[in-house]
């Protein structure tokens, strides 16, 4: 593979297709929410059986893991020469 | 007919013909073991026992059972992944330690006792710290060190527990130990140390990410995975495993979100992974045993193929720093979309492996009715969902293009990618297989619609939750940096400590030193000026002169008899 054809332009570096991906993802979670309406959970606790239990726990543990990973570099980071003698 | 052998001895014996067979008829040899010992493995028949006499102890050098069988297939398909993707290479040294390594985790899978395991365990230590030390530099010289240290160290607990039982019942059989004896104790912290519990993790993310490009992918699958056997026959439903690896399962979360370099991402995953492992063996039902033994093979898949595909960006673009990566879908294409089945298999979305194993150690949680675990392992998958499942593709193959242009990878290692990546499919769509080399027999259905569903949504809003991150801003940018880790407190805290120990208490033990160094050299001339040819100790008296003193003597005596 030469160098020319790997700086054609790929279809992720229009911003116009990133977005219809996120879209996608959007239209699918949304789906998967509704979905929710239309089984049997067999919930083995009882906030397993709220509606969308899993979409809420997903989206905001994602969160809450990234924003205290944050925090938690304030006290852990250093720099790439730390350990060097 | 020549009686069954451990078929980790295939490896091991001719890992040491490697350095002695040339060129093509090497790689033929390093790519032919592991299937040996596979074909052999399979030949085997559970139940099999092989015993024999050693200073009057007697040593099950070979114990065929279902659990056991499943790890002796599992090493062997990662042994063949392993050597095929490091095929390319012409280094007989690693070629050699590596098999020896692969082949002693399969022999302390198959051993039946205590002293067998000891020396297979203390054998995957001292052979595989040359796949660290291969990189050649001083840091994976020090790194490898510690691993040295910290491996060599758990075996030596081992070998103790194991003396300490043979004290207390008079048998070294490795079978259940428990926790209530000092033995047992000792023993459960050198499988705690390789299975990198909390606090005696560090030599994990210390070391794997300094070792070569082919090593960390060996490594990955073997050391921890044996461990994690090692809990399961020795200490299956001891209460506190469960809240260990829950534990395991959170905590090295945070550090993933914040690591730059991907292969340490990737060791503080596996450390989560391990947790899943952990928290199965600890709750100790059969469906969580189960759970256990294939999430253990599922994963030593999925890891060994997220590391490959990392060591193959390390390998062309000579760097994992996600600081530095991004954009090399377009010129590593194929290694992005391995790795991409990989990040899904650890993630466990449907049709990949992560979800039909994964999820029996979460059902075993809830059905003994401990939501705080549950929701813990819960959570700790969205956890996964952001470190395996995004990070490592995202920060390496897209974002932000780094304007990298590399080769793809070399064809072997992207045969072993393919083969692992087919892999985790085939066990995603069609469990049957994996579940029927399972311990015990399974009664557990992964695909329901509540399963899927429930799934999915966690996933797909995790991955929604990071571009409202990303696209927000508020994703934590990633830049060259270390974060401390418990690695600190030995590598840090620990040196200070003697420096300043030294500091204070080196003068005064100079002066001490110095004090009696000088009494002695008195002595010395002292006893030199008496005893020497003429001094006094040395000359000879008459006897006439030694009777006059005992005179005096016996009139001193005299004198103060009356006196008194």
């Known amino acids: ?4 054809d790997d700086d054609k332009s790929h279809w992720l570096d229009h911003s116009g297709n990133v977005n219809k991906l996120v879209w996608t993802l959007v239209g699918f979670g949304a789906l ?23 979409a809420i726990v997903g989206f905001f543990t994602f969160i809450g893991i990234v924003l205290a990973g944050k925090q938690l570099r304030k006290i852990l980071m250093r720099p790439e020469d730390y350990y060097d003698e | 007919m020549m009686s069954e052998f451990n078929p980790g001895l295939i490896m091991i014996i001719g890992g040491f013909l490697v350095p002695l067979v040339p060129g093509l008829a090497r790689r033929a040899l390093l790519l032919g073991l592991p299937v040996a010992g596979m074909v052999y493995t399979i030949a085997l028949d559970p139940g099999t026992l092989v015993t024999s006499t050693f200073f009057g102890y ?26 095929l993707y490091a095929i390319h290479e012409d280094d007989r040294l690693q070629g050699t330690m590596a098999q020896i390594y692969m082949g002693s985790a399969v022999a302390a899978v198959f051993a039946g006792d205590l002293i067998t395991l000891f020396v297979f365990w203390e054998l995957t230590a001292v052979s595989s710290v040359f796949l660290i030390w291969a990189t050649g530099s001083e840091r994976s010289y020090r790194a490898g060190m510690r691993y040295l240290i910290i491996q060599v160290g ?19 059989t490795f079978n259940h130990i428990g926790i209530e004896t000092l033995g047992g104790k000792l023993i459960f912290l050198a499988f705690g140390i390789k299975c990198a519990f909390p606090f005696l993790h560090n030599w994990l993310q210390d070391s794997y990410p300094e070792a070569t490009v ?28 469960i809240y260990i690896g829950a534990t395991m399962t959170a905590f090295p979360v945070f550090f993933a979100v914040i690591e730059n370099n991907l292969r340490r991402v990737l ?3 596996l450390n989560n992974q391990l947790g899943f492992m952990v928290c199965g063996i600890g709750l100790g039902s059969e469906l969580a045993l189960n759970g256990t033994a294939s999430h253990a093979f599922a994963h030593i898949l999925y890891k060994a193929l997220l590391f490959m595909s990392m060591g193959a960006v390390l390998f062309r673009a000579g760097t994992v720093n996600a600081s530095a990566l991004g954009g090399l879908y377009k010129s590593m294409p194929w290694t992005a979309g391995f790795c991409i089945i990989g990040a899904m298999s650890i993630s466990a979305f449907p049709l990949f492996s992560g979800f039909v194993s994964k999820s029996m150690v979460l059902m075993a949680a809830a059905e003994q009715h401990r939501w705080i675990v549950w929701a813990v392992l819960i959570m700790a998958s969205a956890g996964v969902m952001e470190h395996s499942g995004i990070k490592i593709p995202y920060f390496a193959f897209f974002a932000h293009d780094s304007g990298r242009r590399v080769k793809e990878a070399p064809k072997n290692m992207l045969w072993a990618m393919g083969i692992a990546a087919f892999l985790c499919i085939g066990i995603g769509v069609y469990p049957a297989p994996l579940y029927a080399i399972l311990p015990y027999p399974v009664d557990y259905q992964p695909y329901t619609t509540a399963h899927v569903i429930t799934s999915l949504q966690l996933l ?23 974060n401390l880790d418990f690695d600190w407190v030995y590598r840090r805290v620990l040196p200070k400590l003697v420096r300043a120990f030294i500091a204070v208490f080196g003068p005064i033990d100079r002066g001490l030193r110095s004090a009696a160094l000088s009494g002695i050299g008195w002595v010395m001339t002292a006893t030199k000026r008496y005893s020497s040819a003429d001094g ?20 001193v005596y005299l004198v103060f008899y009356f006196i008194g």
């Open chain 1, 32 to 54: 998967l929410f509704i979905a929710d309406a239309f089984y049997d959970k067999h919930a083995h606790f009882s906030a397993e059986g709220y509606f969308g239990f899993y």
């Open chain 2, 267 to 269: 060791a503080y995953s």
């Open chain 2, 214 to 241: 082919t090593g960390t992918v060996i490594l990955s699958a073997f050391t921890t995975k044996l461990a994690v056997y090692a809990l399961a026959r020795g200490y299956a439903g001891t209460e506190i495993l």
């Open chain 2, 154 to 172: 758990s075996g030596v607990l081992l070998l103790a527990g194991a003396i300490l039982i043979l004290n207390d019942t008079g048998s070294i």
């Open chain 2, 460 to 482: 797909v809003f995790a991955a929604l939750a990071f571009v409202y991150l990303i696209k927000s801003g508020l994703y934590p940018a990633e830049t060259p940096s270390v």
């Open chain 2, 58 to 83: 007697s040593l099950e050098t070979l114990r065929v059972d279902k659990l056991s069988l499943v790890w002796g297939y599992i090493f062997h398909i990662a042994a063949f992944l392993g050597a």
């Open chain 1, 1 to 4: 593979m030469s160098d020319r």
């Open chain 2, 536 to 555: 006094m100790m040395a000359k000879t008296y008459p006897a006439g002169s030694m009777v006059a003193w005992v005179l005096i003597l016996l009139a």
